[in-house]
């Protein structure tokens, strides 16, 4: 079946601009996550959506950073007054929760954003 | 709090020898283990996790992982490395009695297996 998938792929913008990032979770899975990549350091996380509950948006690093999911599908990662800080990959994932929420995360090839 | 340490950068290794991918954790209730592996321009593919039951969990290409309680480590382990093994490897933990979904992930292990 179809996997997680991002677009773009590769996202070139100038510094104070707004940039939106797409994914397309897995058919069926109800929980969505968006990570965030620098070179040399691990996944961020940013934010979570799990059905119809209330976003878990604690890694979001500032107010210029939203997210939203509509009708429990596609979400849209959306940045404002883009900063060269913000430049990295950006990586989304989706996974099927039920009962203990041990289920593993399967994650799209990701959209690489360079803010010059 | 929630943590991961991969306390080693990079891991070197011949072909054909044993390869281990070191990973530490804090949580603070029952933890939930994973690795996963990124090959260049490539998202996270899930290796393996360990939830609950025996210690030794196996998962994808030919990779096992020992979780240890009492260490409070998950080490990632293959007996015979292969050249298409190199990859950047992360490991992640959430805690089982939370309902946040999220992982946390550590900075990543680059293994490189050299022919």
């Known amino acids: 079946g179809a996997g997680v998938s991002q677009s773009p792929s590769n996202k070139v913008t100038e510094k104070g601009k707004d940039v939106e990032l797409r994914c397309d979770p897995i058919?069926?899975?109800?929980?969505l996550y968006w990570y965030r990549q620098s070179l040399g350091q691990g996944l961020e996380f940013l934010i979570y959506?799990?059905?119809?509950?209330?976003?878990?948006k604690s890694g979001l690093p500032s107010d210029r950073f939203s997210a939203e999911r509509t009708g429990g599908s596609v979400s849209t990662l959306t940045i404002q007054r883009t900063q060269q800080e913000d430049s990295a990959v950006y990586l989304c994932?989706?996974?099927?929760?039920?009962?203990?929420?041990?289920?593993?995360?399967?994650f799209g090839p990701g959209t690489r954003l360079t803010v010059t | 709090a929630q943590s991961v340490a991969q306390p080693e950068d990079q891991v070197n290794v011949a072909e054909g020898n044993p390869l281990t991918v070191k990973c530490t954790y804090s949580?603070?209730?029952?933890?939930?283990l994973f690795w996963y592996v990124q090959y260049p321009n490539r998202g996270l593919q899930f290796l393996l996790k360990?939830?609950?039951?025996?210690?030794l969990v196996k998962g994808s290409y030919g990779f096992e992982a020992e979780f240890n309680k009492s260490q409070t480590s998950f080490h990632l382990k293959k007996p015979s490395a292969l050249v298409s093994d190199s990859a950047l490897y992360f490991c992640?933990?959430?805690?089982?009695?939370?309902?946040?979904?999220?992982?946390?992930f550590g900075r990543g292990t680059q293994l490189t297996v050299w022919p």
């Open positions: 992640a933990v959430r805690d089982g009695g939370s309902t946040l979904g999220r992982l946390y």
């Open positions: 994932a989706s996974s099927r929760i039920r009962g203990s929420g041990s289920n593993e995360q399967y």
């Open positions: 058919s069926g899975h109800t929980a």
């Open positions: 949580v603070s209730g029952n933890p939930y």
């Open positions: 360990y939830i609950t039951g025996d210690n």
């Open positions: 959506f799990q059905g119809n509950s209330a976003p878990d």
